[in-house]
């Protein structure tokens, strides 16, 4: 089997932790203080159409994007439906998304509980976990749902290939020594 990279996208409101969940997942860090990302890049946005533009950059070319909420923040919450326009106007149609509550950890701060979330995900027909980044709660498991919704998605449409563009395609392979350079 050939090795898949797949880009993920991980949106959501400020501070709900998309920084801490990506970092503890890639290098098992976590920071309590607030890690602002910075892009050093200069953008024009004065024009409405230049700045979707700016964003569908971000969109192009995703798998998979990861929705996060704050679990101690109902703006946050309230929120996702709006991120979740945002990736049908920007994304390809049929990404995989995933939802995703933060900071689980934090029973007391709680603002939307467990069935909230659970609830809204069903409603937008996408998979739910909580997790918290702080003590490594699922946070892994974020990841590999996400690639395993991929995956699943890729085996279909590679199922419902014609037979005879697939045997096109392994014989083209074969003419150039087994490279294909086939890419969407």
Known sequence: MKDQTFKLLLVG??????????????????????????VVDFWDVGGQDRFRSVINSYYRGTNGIIIVYDVTNRDSFNNVQMWFREIDINAITGVCRLLVGNKSDLVNKRLVDYNQGKQLADSLGIPFLEISAKTDQDVDKVFLTLVKQILQINDTLHEQVPQSVSQYMEKSDKQEGGKNDNQC
């Open 13 to 38: 409101d400020s501070m709900v932790g998309k920084s801490c969940i990506l970092l503890k997942f890639a290098d098992n860090t976590y920071s309590d203080t607030y890690i602002q990302t910075v």
